[in-house]
């Protein structure tokens, strides 16, 4: 059986160990990998959350590994040129050398780095560049770089051992890992970091979003005008405002459309009252939306 072994640098990263175990010793999970702790000594291991983690093993359980795993530790020091010369044993061996977060630092450290590409955590990008040679990408999830792979900071490793899980077993495989973890199936590793974006006011959600867009139905807007308007990226704008009714375009497309009909029926209106702009066609709004925002099928003619 394929064995995954984690290097846990003190102090180890809590959530940085802690993805490694879920993705390949979840018991909630078909057995497909062989998992194991090990640290510069056996015995145990502080993390930076203030308690201490159980190494069953030390630096030799590297010596059987199929793939080396690296949490992120702080602070970024030396690990020692035993932890590095076991790492490069490994490498040499043909394991599988992973980093998850500023575990690249250890990487960096053994020369497994040395002139390749790598990700680690955006915030200590620019001190690994400085540090070691190596080609550092800020902008990603994950960087594979063959039979070394490094990942961004913190969740971003959930990603690449998911992936790894995928090269391993397959795509059916790597789905039920991230259902059991509830989480994406696949995000793409050249995917930004982070996104400097303002957010909505807490409550606010897309109410303004909505009103505004009201004010506005003679416009042709876009997905992209609404996310703009609400400070969201277009995607996010499209999760989050999965409820039909509450969708800033469909309600939209509901008042282009309840306008004629309004204006068909004044005696449903206060007298002087007029209906909003159409701004649309009704057949436009059956080919943006699939069925008419009055719930009703057009006439046959």
Same mark, same amino acid.
């Given at each position: 059986? =394929?064995?995954?072994?984690?290097?846990?640098?003190?102090?180890?990263?809590?959530?940085?160990?802690?993805?490694?175990?879920?993705?390949?010793?979840?018991?909630?999970?078909?057995?497909?990998?062989?998992?194991?702790?090990? #640290?510069?000594?056996?015995?145990?291991?502080?993390?930076?959350?203030?308690?201490?983690?159980?190494?069953?093993?030390?630096?030799?359980?590297?010596?059987?590994?199929?793939?080396?795993?690296?949490?992120?530790?702080?602070?970024?020091?030396?690990?020692?040129?035993?932890?590095?010369?076991? *790492?490069?044993?490994?490498?040499?061996?043909?394991?599988?050398?992973?980093?998850?977060?500023?575990?690249?630092?250890?990487?960096?450290?053994?020369? *497994?780095?040395?002139?390749?590409?790598?990700?680690? =955590?955006?915030?200590?990008?620019?001190?690994?560049?400085?540090?070691?040679?190596?080609?550092?990408?800020?902008?990603? *999830?994950?960087?594979?770089?063959?039979?070394?792979?490094?990942? +961004?900071?913190?969740?971003?490793?959930?990603?690449?051992?998911?992936?790894?899980?995928?090269?391993? =077993?397959?795509?059916?495989?790597?789905? &039920?890992?991230?259902?059991?973890?509830?989480?994406?199936? =696949?995000?793409?590793?050249?995917?930004?970091?982070?996104?400097?974006?303002? *957010?909505?006011?807490?409550?606010?959600?897309?109410?303004?979003?909505?009103?505004? +867009?009201?004010?506005?139905?003679?416009?042709?807007?876009?997905? /992209?005008?609404?996310?703009?308007?609400?400070?969201?990226?277009?995607?996010?704008? /499209?999760?989050?405002?999965?409820?039909?009714?509450?969708?800033?375009?469909?309600?939209?497309?509901? #008042?282009?459309?309840?306008?004629?009909?309004?204006?068909?029926?004044?005696?449903?209106?206060?007298?002087?009252?007029?209906?909003?702009?159409?701004?649309?066609?009704?057949?436009?709004?059956?080919?943006?939306?699939? &069925?008419?925002?009055?719930?009703?099928?057009?006439?046959?003619?």
């Amino acid at each position: 059986m =394929h064995a995954v072994v984690a290097l846990a640098l003190p102090a180890v990263e809590a959530f940085d160990l802690a993805i490694p175990a879920q993705v390949f010793a979840d018991p909630g999970l078909p057995r497909r990998y062989e998992f194991t702790v090990c #640290a510069p000594a056996a015995g145990l291991v502080r993390s930076t959350a203030g308690f201490s983690v159980q190494a069953e093993h030390g630096l030799e359980a590297l010596a059987a590994a199929d793939t080396v795993v690296v949490p992120g530790y702080l602070p970024l020091e030396d690990p020692g040129e035993g932890v590095c010369s076991a *790492l490069r044993q490994a490498a040499a061996r043909g394991a599988r050398m992973v980093s998850v977060c500023t575990g690249a630092f250890a990487l960096a450290a053994a020369g *497994l780095l040395d002139h390749r590409r790598a990700a680690t =955590h955006w915030q200590y990008a620019g001190l690994l560049a400085d540090r070691y040679p190596v080609k550092v990408d800020p902008d990603v *999830l994950w960087a594979d770089e063959g039979e070394v792979l490094t990942s +961004a900071g913190l969740a971003a490793g959930i990603d690449l051992c998911v992936e790894l899980v995928r090269a391993d =077993h397959g795509s059916e495989a790597a789905v &039920s890992v991230a259902r059991r973890l509830v989480v994406a199936p =696949h995000r793409d590793g050249g995917q930004a970091q982070w996104l400097e974006r303002p *957010l909505p006011a807490p409550g606010e959600g897309l109410a303004a979003t909505c009103q505004w +867009a009201l004010e506005h139905l003679a416009d042709p807007l876009s997905i /992209a005008d609404l996310a703009r308007h609400a400070g969201w990226a277009p995607r996010t704008l /499209a999760r989050r405002g999965h409820r039909r009714p509450l969708r800033p375009g469909y309600r939209c497309q509901s #008042a282009r459309a309840s306008g004629p009909r309004r204006r068909r029926h004044p005696h449903r209106l206060p007298r002087r009252v007029p209906g909003p702009p159409a701004g649309r066609s009704r057949g436009r709004i059956l080919t943006t939306s699939g &069925s008419p925002p009055t719930g009703r099928r057009p006439a046959r003619v």
